[in-house]
């Protein structure tokens, strides 16, 4: 017997279409997901309205000075001479310090809470971390001030100096407000989404892994170390760039202890400035066009840095979750 073919949402007349296009949206369906792509769009539409101000708003600067203004250490607006050299320097040493401090740290952290602790530590652990990692950066940027500084001046620098002293590092005189001092309260910082960010992904390893290399004999570090790292080392360098792009992006914290001098020193115990520092400082006492125009500019190199760091670690995270998930 023949049967009547059945039409989809696809060939069905405009009226039909129309028709259960409204019965769809009486039922709430075409609703929500007309409701969550304007959400996703939303991000989308702010993110490129916030590069297009900073390319637009800099545009004067951009014009005048083109890329020798990363190039460039001048910098004096009573002169109108602009150059960003000194502020990226400043944010690369801070950003890169702190990396090195809070790397061993937080892999450190996160292996023992993924791998070796017991659940209910873990759990516990994790959520201070998170809390750690949701405390203001004024509040770490004044312990930085009246805890962490003292400290550095009168037990820190003066060990580093018996050691590193040879080092152009760790030459000249400390005040401590410097480079030095803003890696330390950077790397306190970042060290919670390193913790965090690694954990869940050393929690994605599948267990089959784990049940393989402890068949073979080999002990609980051993699987950890040789084993469930590896098999996560690409969503582990993406919570460190995720990390960096976190203290690439810091301004109070590090505006309170690097000190404020637009120059470039080797030593890690000179003051220092960073980009973000020099807009949060500078942009309200902003006199004539360039200079602003200059500030944005500063505000669009440290956007576009932020930006593609952290696409690079999402694509990181995902591509470990994607493995986790297919093994």
């Known amino acids: 017997m023949a049967t009547t073919p059945t039409l989809d949402r696809h060939t069905l007349p405009s009226g039909g279409r129309v028709r259960s296009f409204i019965k769809r949206l009486r039922a709430g369906e075409e609703a929500a997901y007309l409701l969550t792509l304007a959400a996703a769009a939303t991000i989308l539409l702010i993110t490129s309205l916030i590069f297009y101000e900073l390319y637009v708003q800099s545009a004067l600067s951009r014009h005048k000075f ?46 023992f809470l993924a791998e070796l602790a017991p659940p209910k530590i873990s759990d516990a652990l994790a959520f201070l971390i998170e809390l750690l990692a949701a405390v203001p950066s004024v509040i770490f940027g004044l312990l930085g001030m009246y805890v962490l500084v003292p400290i550095l001046q009168s037990s820190v620098v003066p060990a580093l100096r018996t050691v590193f002293g040879f080092l152009p590092v760790f030459q000249g005189a400390f005040y401590g407000v410097s480079y030095f ?113 200059a500030l944005i500019e500063l505000g669009l190199v440290l956007f576009l840095v932020t930006f593609v760091i952290n696409g690079l670690a999402r694509l990181m995270i995902m591509t470990t979750t994607r493995q986790g998930a297919h093994s």
Request: hydrophobic letters at 55%; charged letters at 10%; proline letters at 5%.
């Open 66 to 111: 083109g890329f020798h203004f990363l190039f460039t250490q001048t910098w004096n607006p009573v002169t109108g001479d602009f150059g960003a050299l000194p502020y990226v320097y400043g944010t690369v040493v801070t950003s890169v310090l702190a990396l090195i401090i809070a790397i061993p740290q937080g892999l450190g952290s996160a292996i």
């Open 181 to 293: 001092a803003a890696g330390v309260v950077l790397s306190i910082m970042i060290v919670p989404f390193i913790v965090s960010i690694s954990r869940e992904v050393l929690l994605a390893v599948p267990q089959e892994q784990r049940e393989a290399s402890l068949a073979v004999g080999a002990n609980r570090w051993q699987t950890t170390w040789h084993v469930v790292v590896p098999y996560a080392l690409k969503g582990i360098m993406g919570s460190i760039f995720l990390a960096l792009a976190r203290a690439l992006g810091e301004t109070m914290a590090v505006t309170m202890v690097i000190g404020n001098v637009p120059q470039i020193k080797a030593s890690l115990l000179a003051p220092g400035y960073s980009i973000a520092a020099v807009i949060a400082n500078e942009f309200t006492e902003a006199v004539g066009d360039l200079y602003t125009s």
